[in-house]
């Protein structure tokens, strides 16, 4: 794939003499959304970990935006996933204390950036969520389906090169959750998100451009 943006080349994980990934190659084009499909234990996602930069491979090379991550140190990692990696997490991963604002701006507070600037980005985003009204709102004021909008505006505010969602409609009722969807393929439709989405279901598989299957660490097809 000559146009690919995330290419994981031959991965292996190994954890205590357990490989849960074998061999494993993957590639993204720039603007698909791919879903990684398998039973649970399939490996599904260390992968997406692996891919992310989440968790150093074994074996094998990750290239994510035409630089290997695989080999580069904790402190270039964490750089690099938060200037260029978005992340969506079943548990919504929310700061309790933080208002609703607070959480999507979460990865600008490191930059050297006015808070009238963190709030004016993180205030757009929630708009587009239909969260404007909710923006002070601490995450035990909000329901499930908010708290996983204000996740996406989090994992957009820094305009990453892809987003990684795992089980991002998990936690959430068949309504809530498809109305996640909803969001994601738009966002894919209209803007060009590139997304790699962890899921064991296959409806929601079935929204992506292309499925990727994984069976006992190893990807099928």
């Known amino acids: 794939m000559s146009d690919a943006i995330l290419v994981g080349v031959d991965l292996t994980k190994t954890f205590d003499n357990l490989t849960v990934v074998k061999g494993a190659s993957i590639a993204v084009g720039e603007g698909e959304f791919v879903s990684l499909v398998g039973k649970s234990g399939s490996g599904k996602t260390t992968l997406l970990s692996l891919l992310s930069g989440l968790e150093r491979p074994t074996y ?70 239909e969260l404007g009204d909710r923006m002070e709102h601490l995450p035990s004021a909000l329901s499930g389906g908010e708290k996983q909008r204000v996740a996406i505006a989090r994992a957009l505010i820094n305009h990453p090169k892809i987003v990684f969602a795992d089980e991002p409609t998990g936690n959430l009722d068949t309504a809530t959750g498809g109305a996640i969807m909803e969001i994601l393929n738009r966002l894919h439709r209209e803007e060009g998100m590139t997304l790699l989405m962890v899921t064991h279901d296959p409806g929601l598989a079935g929204t992506a451009d292309r499925i990727v299957r994984m069976q006992d660490g190893e990807v099928l097809s």
Do not use: C, H, Y
């Not at 990692?77 to 309790?96: D, T, W």
């Open 60 to 129: 094998g090379q990750v290239t994510l935006g035409g630089k290997t991550i695989s080999d580069a140190s904790e402190d270039e990692l964490a750089l690099f996933r938060r200037e260029n990696v978005g992340f969506i997490f079943q548990s919504f991963n929310l700061i309790p204390t933080l208002s609703a604002w607070e959480n999507a701006a979460l990865p600008l507070f490191p930059i050297r950036m006015t808070e009238a600037e963190r709030r004016r980005r993180a205030s757009e985003l929630l708009d587009r969520m």
